[in-house]
Every structure is written in C-alpha cells, then in structure tokens.
C-alpha cells in the first residue's frame, strides 16, 4: 500500500473511532508487521495518542529499544524523554536503558543521561 493511502486511511479512522479505539487500532495495526514506513507513521500517531496509556507507549518502545540500530535507539529514547516528562514507567524504562550503555564516548547519550537526571529533581 502507497503511504500517502496509509494515512488516509489512518484519517478516516481518526474521524470514525474515539481516541481510546484509534489507540487499539494502531496497536492491533503495529502487531500485523506493517511495512517500515507504515510502521513510522503509526509510531508517530502511538505518540500522538499515547495519552491513552502512557505505560504500555513506554512498553512497546522498550521492546523495540535493545534490538535497534544506534540512531533508531536515539530516535526512540527521544519519545521515552517526551514519555518520561510525565510518566515514572517510561522515566524508569529510559534510566534501565542508559545505565546499559558506555557513554562515555558519545555526548548524545550522556547528554540525555543529564536531562532524565534532571527530570527526577524537578
């Protein structure tokens, strides 16, 4: 399927379901192994709705995070830093994650390190 008829689609959902029900539909979407530009763009709308439940958004990051490409972790801790700002399972998921990493030689990651620290103090 072309993408721009993927997120048309996606819109007529939008304007058919509730938000709790668009929420399930792109979960139930992600499970059937969408092609890799569907799959970011029902990422991007999983953050867009993540409102509807926050702990399982920071559950599906955490279980594509380990197995990731270096910029697709720094793609996906970036949604758990937007997580975390108001939501302790995704605060604790991103700390797991950075404490597994030598970041020493990347600013990137100590970086984020220093921003989730800092969340914890606010």
Not at 14 to 39: V, Y
Not at 81 to 93: D, Q, S
Request: charged share 30%.
């Amino acid at each position: 399927m072309k993408i721009k008829e993927f997120e048309q689609q996606l819109e007529l959902l939008r304007s058919s379901q509730s938000p709790g029900e668009l929420f399930e539909t792109i979960f139930d979407l992600l499970g059937k192994e969408p092609s890799w530009e569907e799959k970011e763009v029902l990422e991007m709308w999983l953050m867009t709705y993540s409102f509807e439940d926050t702990d399982r958004v920071a559950q599906y990051w955490k279980s594509q995070l380990y197995n990731a490409s270096t910029i697709r972790q720094k793609t996906i801790t970036t949604f758990l830093t937007v997580l975390a700002k108001r939501n302790l399972t995704a605060r604790n998921l991103l700390k797991e994650f950075l404490e597994t990493l030598n970041l020493e030689n990347d600013p990137t990651w100590e970086n984020l390190r220093m921003r989730v620290d800092e969340l914890d103090n606010q």
